[in-house]
């Protein structure tokens, strides 16, 4: 828990959050209800979110600006562009 709370404070070591930082007694009654698990992944199942939720023309504008990127930025805006007619269809 402490190095889980770190992590997600990034290493802020005073943030109230952070496990030593908690109350003793709230610490030990929270603490009972943490129960470990693993899941079998069976399937995954994708979700294209690229900004879908924007109008056409901010849309054109984050594909243009993704595009003059490299590597991955460039890769994600051509498949946007490629994309454009089933998000925003004629």
Known sequence: MRRL???YENNNGT????????EVDYRNR???AIVAFEIEV???EHVFKLSQ???EKSYDNIVKNL????????????LMEERKSKVFPA
Do not use: C
């Open 67 to 78: 595009k003059e990127k490299e590597g991955d930025a460039a890769t994600i805006g051509k």
């Open 42 to 44: 069976e399937s995954l």
């Open 30 to 32: 929270l603490i009972k």
């Open 53 to 55: 939720d924007r109008d």
């Open 5 to 7: 709370t770190l992590y």
């Open 15 to 22: 943030s109230t959050t952070v496990f030593d930082n908690l």
